[in-house]
């Protein structure tokens, strides 16, 4: 990232950014089209409903929090009114109440998951959710895996994903900056008939371009030329060691968080990206993730909305080591020591 | 940008996001609104549109290039149909045609105009235009200033521009990836009944993090570090300096252009940013480019769409110096001397 930009019309770039979009298919497990926007992983939700819907769909969106609401709310503001099945904060999609859901609304165009919600830290069960949706209905598996793909297992093709959209900035061990999206062939066959408004991040003028080697508008090519360096680490580590690399983070975060700290996990079905810890009710959570940040230099996520405060998100996902795990639980104990009891 | 990344949601990114800011008040000569978004120029063209604008409203664009057209382009995907004034490629708006649409044109919500088209290389005369707007309506006056600001001299409050937007990779001096509007009093009256969707672009949600320091969604973080250097580089320099070395850099570009090359130039009314140069019949302009970028490692623009490998554009503009230039037209020397007779 630091090299010098290349410009983003030369065959250079065009080699950069083919080597970029055929390792996001290998991370993602697809065969099928890989899109890139320069975007926050917002953009990439907001372009899997503007891309494949119309005015007057019927979709169900899951909502397990704070990520799943966003889903809702870029429906609202698309002028779409979703089902929106909602799980309590911590606990995930219940597959047979998805099954229900969609039992009793027939002619749902697609339906809206997280993999992996970082407000909570809870995993969902995509592959079994996506077999429920072919099985009841005709509708697209759409999945926000901004902060899941490259952590989680997620396997495109063979879960039969039909839109999979993510950021640069998690599992993908990149800055901030760039969106990706997966389009299946039935996808695009909805992308065809879409009415609702696009320009920025229209799917038909991305690919146009993409047959090109380039992108339609000048991308954030610094932030590409990180995601080429990324991609090679993670195409020579492979998705099978890159999952159980994250498995094994994981595992270790919380053995350590258990032993040291003994407080409450917040998730029921804990994903690899994260732990949520519940803080004791005496402990001012904002005020000590900000001294440990200050005094430590150890960035430790708080808890978002009504969880402000009220626990923290220990991430163990991407570029993160067990030795950078073990000094923020270290951090974290010094700290809570005298709040144990 | 090399710096390990700041967390957006911490104190030290929101005092950089800050300085950035208010920064860019500096730059844009306003007392206003800037809002900052992760996204190419276009992407910003885009929140212009669907911020200011509701079904139905009526519109002109002032078209003297590509650029011109992707504002139409815009308009038309969100389902507005613009009176579009257009101009020969290579001129600029004729203000007494601007007022000409105007009077025809009864009210128009919002006018929008390139400052500078990086297509052919004009510059349209934003304040006189701004004024002509003012006189003959209560139209909003819209500025794509993607590759103008900091270049071109642009005063947002004093020519009373409504919406100006920018790029980070143009006169900022920095990397793409970022998007800037400026939004005056009266188009935040515009934004607060605008009916168009958005979400990722919403303004309202923008500025409601702004009050808090922070983006909505994870911004571009390392471009954000980029931004806030290379400002600090224009905050010492001053305006009038800036605009005065890019007066002086387009002078010394065109004589030499003129001495060593003796070639046509494209623009009738040439901007600060660049020069475009037509190329004689016998040469092809794509290979030209291309051989200049391999054999010497300078990057020289094309022409666009029509006017491919029919012209060069040799950018002076933001991060350029003198020398550059003169490296430039040494090589373009080098290999047009058989070319000129």
Redesign the interface.
């Known amino acids: 990232?630091?090299k010098p930009?290349i410009?983003?019309?030369?065959?250079e770039f065009g080699r950069m950014f083919t080597s970029v979009i055929e390792d996001m298919q290998f991370v993602y497990r697809t065969k099928g089209s890989v899109l890139m926007m320069?975007?926050?992983?917002?953009?990439g939700m907001?372009s899997a409903v503007v891309n494949l819907l119309s005015p007057g769909d019927l979709t169900i969106v899951c909502s397990t929090g704070a990520f799943g609401d966003r889903f809702v709310?870029?429906h609202k503001?698309?002028?779409l009114k979703p089902v929106v099945l909602s799980f309590e904060w911590g606990t995930a999609v219940e597959p047979e109440a998805l099954r229900k859901t969609l039992k009793e609304n027939k002619g749902v165009k697609a339906v809206f998951i997280q993999h992996t919600d970082t407000s909570t830290g809870v995993v969902n069960d995509i592959q079994t959710l996506s077999k429920i949706v072919h099985e009841e209905s005709d509708a697209l598996v759409v999945v926000d895996s901004v902060s899941g793909l490259a952590a989680e297992r997620l396997e495109t093709d063979a879960w039969g994903l039909d839109c999979v959209v993510t950021?640069s900035?998690k599992g993908l061990m990149n800055?901030?900056?760039l969106a990706f999206a997966s389009v299946s062939e039935r996808a695009w066959k909805a992308v065809e008939s879409s009415k609702?408004?696009?320009?920025?991040?229209?799917f038909k003028l991305i690919r146009k371009s993409l047959a090109d080697k380039e992108t339609?508008?000048?991308?954030?090519?610094?932030?590409v030329a990180g995601q080429a360096a990324a991609l090679k680490l993670l195409r020579a580590e492979g998705m099978e060691n890159c999952w159980k690399r994250h498995d094994e983070l994981a595992a270790h975060a919380r053995k350590l968080l258990k032993d040291k700290l003994g407080l409450p996990f917040y998730a029921k079905n804990p994903a690899n990206i994260l732990t949520g810890v519940k803080l004791p009710e005496s402990v001012d959570g904002t005020k000590l993730l900000?001294d440990i940040?200050k005094e430590e230099g150890i960035?430790i996520?708080g808890g978002q909305l009504h969880l402000k405060g009220k626990i923290f998100r220990l991430a163990h996902m991407g570029f993160i080591t067990k030795s950078d795990i073990e000094a923020g639980v270290a951090a974290l104990e010094k700290r809570l020591v005298g709040a144990k009891a």
């Open positions: 990232m630091s930009l410009h983003h019309r030369t065959a320069t975007a926050s992983g917002t953009g907001e709310n870029i503001a698309f002028g950021g900035q800055a901030p900056g609702l408004p696009k320009f920025n991040f229209d339609p508008w000048t991308p954030a090519i610094s932030i900000a940040l960035s996520a």
